[in-house]
Every structure is written in structure tokens, then in C-alpha cells.
């Protein structure tokens, strides 16, 4: 087993799908010979053929309208979005046709589709790059929104993704494509794709986060360590639907409750799992439950982004509020 | 007809004049009688569905309806042109291209009564249902074309739209990537000269919607869309072009909304009677009606029973539509995902405990 990094798993599964289905196909923007602009795709047109392995025009709408029609006829698009900053066409095509179809045609005709997207900050990149848009897909019904936060995690989804007989929105936290090195086995086998997964286990708060951010809840989960706080940390991976259940079971026995994701806080996911604790598990918190989130503004430009990022120190002072109300 | 080289506009296709005189000698497939009856046919019955559609949405009976009043010969043109193989991906007046493909009247008007159920054809299971957001089914044709083509399958998809249509940037990002990766794909635009209450030359100041297919660098051309034996031509031709690894093509088919834009709208306030009135000479079953008379004996006893026979059959499918309840509250449900998550049947639930 090697130690690779999330763009190196996310090539590897790619690579797998391609090998293990013949419907798949893999299209977008600079996805082939390129390799794509963060490298996910890289030798694989070379390995299968510019027939499944395809660079598109610069069409977003076209990409997730082309994936809904290739999907709808029995292929197994799994479909980039450069940025999701560039994603905005395609959600026409998301939000009017992937989520629906099976339910419009009353299960005639499916989007088994999986639709990738780097999505995040933290990379110093350049404007419409770095937003996090989970909520506004996870708002639509239909739609599978899943984001892994490590290779391992990254391989497994990715799999469980395109096996999945309908359309997923696959973001990918950018700032941990090459940050992070774990042991990852190429065996083919997908993680649920609709279970959040719990990282560590403890007894005095729960953290959720996702993405990108399970890097932070981690460090922080680490130096509460040493201060004699341990916590469970779960990571969401499945935005749409949630996974409440698992929440809801933590929440019950730590009694606080600290969310943290990178999107703006107004009608983010940490309001609809704050929503959800707080109606089924009101006799067990302890603590009003918090939000470590980026803020209601625009996206910095890179100089300022830092101060935009939920960090491990903004963690720390929710998660201390909280031990410190009760 | 002379074919044409690509990239050139050719003339406006067209075999019958309003009158039904053939202006051109006709295509092989219509100097069969029975060719010709079965598509005057399926345009009968297409607007006697669409006046009863109608009289229903009236009397609350049914939802929004789209009127295809007009514009029988493009939907059956373009279907009659089509193989079992191909995929119809239509907008949302191409009633007579869906029956022609085997949709059926009780399919059709479950769906415009606001019933699921209706776009689960029994037949046509490949076909796409209505599409309602304006140009947003010219990307699946284009992703159904590149199914055809990786599963080497040998159908070409055809999706129709409006001259509105042509204004959306779906329009042209669909062409544009038929054009470029050469996919089995025909566009149909019906240019019906009215995007609800917007004119065609306000749409748009090309001189024609064909021409739209220069920036693709895929053929394009006008065929007099009130004349279904040229519908039919021009998309047989198309299709074979597809069918021969030649890619996509533009057609372009001009007629004219004679009713409202839907059930919801009243043209009245945007256009005069005297603007629509010279339309009604040029409307696609007459010409042919009056070819028929002339050339091949259709009688007034023909057109009687065949209207007859159109009526028993969509009264028939009335009764039905109206016999059939609606489905269970939970279906709301059961269709999101192929497996139901945790939360929707927790929501489910909720429902139930009401």
C-alpha cells in the first residue's frame, strides 16, 4: 500500500472506474492531454483513449447538460468543473434536470452522473476560486452533495460516487489535493456514500466539519488533548442527504456541539445540523451549540483570505465557550 | 432537391404551397398514399387533442396547456422522419411527434393534468419528457449523442426548440459541441414567430435562426415548417448525415402560433387578430388535406371518419385520464433516489403523522 496525496487517490479511483465499467466517461475543461489544471486527470487520456477521456469546449452549462444526457442513455458520466466558482451555468442543469429526472419520469430515466469540482480557499488563488458553495447544492433535493477531507476518504467517495445510481456533486477541498500523504489501497472498495464518519472519539464536545476543515478540527481536537478535552470529531463527507443520525448520537452523549465549515454562515449547513440538534436533542445539550464558519462577506483576494478561514484558533475558543457555559 | 454544400444556407425547403400545389417533385416517401394519410392523420389527431386539451384546461379539468395549434407538421415531419433508435427530446409543444413515437393520449394528458406518471411512457422509454426551461434539453441531446456514440448505437438524438430558444446561451453551447466533437445530433427550431409575446425580429436580428449554425461550423437550413412533407425530407436527411458520422445539423422550421403562447396567456394583448388572420391560409393541414383531394381521392367520407375516429379515440383517453386518481402522498418520496435516505423517510413519516 503507498502513501499518496487526494489528487493522487482521486486519480487512482478515476483510473479504477475507468478500468471497471465501460459506460464511464470522463469530460471537461482540459481534463485530457492537460491532465486537468490540478493534475486529477493526468495520463489518463493518454492510458484510455481521448474517446473517454475528453476535453470539452469552455461550455459549463454544456458539461453538467451533456453529463444529464449521457447519464439519462447509459453512460456513467463523471463530469469537471474547473472551479466551483465557474459552476454557476451548470446549476441550471443540476437544479431543473439532474436532481429530477428520476423522479419527473417516475424512475424511467436516471442521472447516474458525478459531477467533480475543487472547491475551497486557502490556496491563495485567484478571485471566483476559492468560495465554498456546498449549501446552495445541498438545497436541492435529489442531488447527492459528498466532500472528502483525506486521499483514503477521497478514493473511497469517489468510487461509492460513480457506482451511485444518481447524480452526485463531488467537491473537493483544493487546499488538501497535496497537503496531506496518507496510506491509501487501490482495491476498489467505496466507502456509504451517505454515512459521516467518525475520526476520533471523546467524551466532552462533539466537532463537526468537512472538507478542508477537518485539517483544523483536528489540530484543534489534538491541543484540546493535551488540555485533558476530548472530543468526537466527525466528518460530514455526506452534505446531501446528512447524516443526522450519527450527529444526533455524539451530540446525546458529549452534550456541546461546535460546527465548523468554511462557507459564509448565514443558511450554511452548520444552521441546518444546528436546527437539527437543537429539535431532537434539546435535553442533552449542555451548551448552546456553535458555529466556526467563514463569514456573510466576498471571498477575499488572497492577502486577506487568512483572515476569512476558520482557523484551529477560532476552533479552540468556540470549543473552550462551550465547556465554559457548563 | 439539390443538396447542398455545407455551411451555405440553402433555400427554404418546401414541396406543397399553401394551396397544395407541389412546387418540387416530391420525396420517394410521400407518392405513397397511405404515407401521406397516416401523417395527415397524426396531424388531425394532434389538434383535435389539443382542442380538447384545451376545452379541459377551461373547465379546470386540466393545468397549463401549450396549444401546438399550427404546428402539427413540424411535430409530425420530424417524428415520421425518425427511427425507433433515435431519441426525441422536445420542449413542450411537439405533442404530435411524442403520439407519433407511441407516447400515448392518456400519457399526455396525465402529464398536462399534472401527473408524473405521464412522462413514464410505456413506450419511447428512451425519449426525454417535456422540457420546460427554455433550451435546456439542446445539452442532453448533446450528451445523448456522445451515449451513441461511445456505445456505438446506431440512433441520432433530436431535440426541438423555439426561436426563443436561440437566444439562450444552452442553444449555442450545445451546437457548438455537436459541431466540434461531430455528435449524431439534429436541432429542430420551430420558429413559430412568437416567444410568448416577443416577435421574432425583436429576438433576434440574424437574419435567419439557420444561420446560427455558421458559428457552430455545422450545416443549417429553413424548411417551410407548415409543410410536413419538407419537415420530413429535410429531417430524414439530417439524420442520415448523423447516421453517416457526419455530425449535426441545424433545421430551422418556419410557421406560425395561431393560439396563445399557453392556456395562461391572452395573445390578444400583444398582437391584433388582422396579424394572425393571413396565418390561418398557410397552416399545415390544408395543404395537404387539399393535396390529398387532388391527387390521391381523399374524400369528404375520409376526412369524416378519420375525424370521427381522432374524437372516440381522445374522448375515450379523456375518460380515462379523468378515471384515474392520483397517486399516493408518499410517491412525493419515492422517486428522489433509487435507495430512500434517512432523512426523506423521516420527512415521509412526518407526513404520514398528520
Redesign the interface.
Known amino acids: 500500500m503507498s502513501e499518496c496525496t487526494m489528487i493522487e487517490a482521486i486519480r487512482m479511483a478515476l483510473s479504477r472506474a475507468l478500468d471497471e465499467n465501460p ?1 464511464v ?1 470522463i469530460f471537461g475543461e482540459d481534463v485530457g492531454i492537460d491532465g486537468g489544471v490540478f493534475r486529477a486527470t493526468d495520463g489518463l487520456a493518454q492510458r484510455y483513449g481521448a ?2 477521456v ?1 476535453d ?2 469552455l ?1 459549463e ?2 458539461i ?12 456513467r ?1 463523471v463530469a469537471e468543473i474547473q472551479f466551483t466558482g465557474f459552476l454557476y ?1 451548470a446549476l ?2 443540476l437544479a ?2 439532474a436532481s429530477r429526472l ?9 442521472c447516474p452522473m458525478v459531477l467533480r469540482a475543487p472547491y475551497g480557499g486557502g490556496i491563495k488563488a485567484p478571485e471566483h476560486h476559492s468560495e465554498s458553495i456546498e449549501a446552495m447544492l445541498a438545497h436541492i ?2 442531488l ?1 452533495v459528498v466532500i472528502p477531507s483525506s486521499p483514503a476518504r477521497a478514493y473511497g467517495l469517489l468510487l461509492a460516487a460513480i457506482r ?3 447524480p452526485v456533486v463531488f467537491l473537493e477541498p483544493k487546499r488538501v489535493y497535496r497537503a496531506i500523504r496518507e496510506p491509501v489501497e487501490d482495491d476498489g472498495v467505496a466507502l456509504p456514500i ?1 454515512q459521516a464518519i467518525v475520526l476520533r472519539e471523546g467524551a466532552d464536545a462533539t466537532l463537526v466539519a468537512w472538507g478542508a476543515m477537518i485539517t483544523d478540527a483536528r489540530e484543534a481536537a489534538d491541543q484540546l488533548a493535551e488540555l485533558g478535552i476530548s472530543v468526537d470529531l466527525i466528518d460530514l463527507a455526506s452534505l446531501k ?5 450519527t450527529i444526533r448520537s455524539s451530540v446525546e452523549k458529549t452534550g456541546r456541539c461546535v460546527i465548523v465549515h468554511e462557507a459564509p454562515l448565514t443558511a450554511g449547513l452548520g444552521a441546518e445540523i444546528a436546527a437539527d440538534l437543537a429539535e431532537h436533542c434539546l435535553t442533552s445539550l449542555l451548551a448552546p451549540i456553535r458555529r466556526v464558519t467563514g463569514f456573510d462577506t466576498v471571498m477575499p483576494y488572497p492577502r486577506l483570505e487568512a483572515h476569512y478561514m476558520p482557523d484551529t484558533a477560532r476552533i479552540l475558543k468556540a470549543v473552550h465557550d462551550v465547556m465554559e457555559f457548563a | 432537391m439539390p443538396t447542398q454544400p455545407d455551411h451555405q444556407i440553402p433555400d427554404i425547403t418546401v414541396f406543397l404551397d399553401p394551396a397544395g400545389y407541389p412546387v418540387h417533385e416530391l420525396p420517394e416517401f410521400s407518392r405513397d398514399r397511405e404515407a401521406l394519410v397516416e401523417m395527415y392523420s397524426a396531424m388531425v389527431k394532434t389538434r383535435t387533442f389539443d382542442a380538447k386539451a384545451i376545452s379541459l384546461q377551461r373547465t379546470g379539468r386540466l393545468g397549463t396547456y401549450a396549444s401546438s395549434l399550427g404546428q402539427e407538421a413540424i411535430a409530425v415531419g420530424i417524428a415520421s422522419a425518425m427511427t425507433k433508435e433515435d ?1 426525441l ?1 422536445p420542449s413542450f409543444r411537439e405533442h404530435g411527434a411524442q403520439l407519433w413515437r407511441g407516447v400515448s393520449l392518456e400519457e399526455l394528458f396525465l402529464y398536462w393534468g399534472g401527473d ?2 405521464g ?3 410505456a413506450n419511447a ?2 425519449d ?2 417535456v422540457c420546460i ?1 427554455v433550451a ?1 434539453q ?14 456505438d448505437e446506431p440512433g441520432v ?1 433530436v431535440a426541438i426548440g423555439g426561436d426563443g430558444a436561440t437566444s439562450k ?2 442553444f449555442y ?2 451546437l ?2 455537436v459541431g ?2 461531430m455528435l449524431p445530433v439534429v436541432f429542430v427550431i420551430a420558429n413559430n414567430q412568437w416567444a410568448i409575446s416577443v416577435p421574432r425580429l425583436d429576438q433576434t436580428r440574424a437574419r435567419t435562426l439557420a444561420d446560427k449554425a455558421v458559428a457552430a461550423g455545422i450545416p443549417g437550413e429553413q424548411v417551410d415548417g407548415n409543410d410536413v412533407i419538407a419537415v420530413r425530407e429535410a429531417t430524414e436527411r439530417a439524420l442520415t448525415r448523423a447516421r453517416n458520422g457526419k455530425g449535426g445539423t441545424l433545421i430551422e422550421c418556419l410557421t406560425y402560433r395561431l393560439g396563445d403562447h399557453t392556456t395562461a396567456d391572452d395573445a390578444s394583448r400583444y398582437r391584433d387578430d388582422e396579424d394572425v388572420s393571413p396565418h390561418w391560409s398557410e397552416e399545415p393541414l390544408v395543404r395537404l388535406r387539399a393535396y390529398l383531394v387532388a391527387h390521391h381521392g381523399w374524400a369528404k367520407e375520409d376526412e369524416e371518419t378519420l375525424l370521427r375516429d381522432c374524437r372516440d379515440q381522445i374522448e375515450k383517453a379523456a375518460e380515462t385520464y379523468l378515471a384515474t386518481p392520483p397517486q399516493p402522498a408518499q410517491a412525493i418520496f419515492e ?4 435507495d430512500q ?4 423517510i423521516a420527512q415521509a413519516g412526518e407526513m404520514d403523522d398528520v
Open positions: 459506460d466517461v474517446s473517454r475528453r470539452t469546449p461550455s452549462a454544456v453538467a447538460g451533456m453529463a444529464v444526457g449521457a447519464a439519462a442513455h447509459g453512460m458520466p451555468p441550471d442543469q431543473n434536470h428520476r423522479n419527473r419520469t417516475r424512475g424511467r430515466l436516471t433535493p435529489g447527492r451511485d445510481p444518481d451517505d442527504p446528512i447524516d443526522r443520525g | 431519441v427530446l408524473e406518471r412522462n413514464d411512457f422509454r428512451q426525454f419528457p426551461p435546456s439542446f445539452p442532453h441531446a448533446a450528451g445523448v449523442g456522445l451515449a451513441i456514440v461511445q456505445k438524438a446561451g444552452d453551447e450545445a457548438n459541441v466540434a466533437w422517486y428522489l433516489y433509487a435516505p434517512q432523512d426523506l
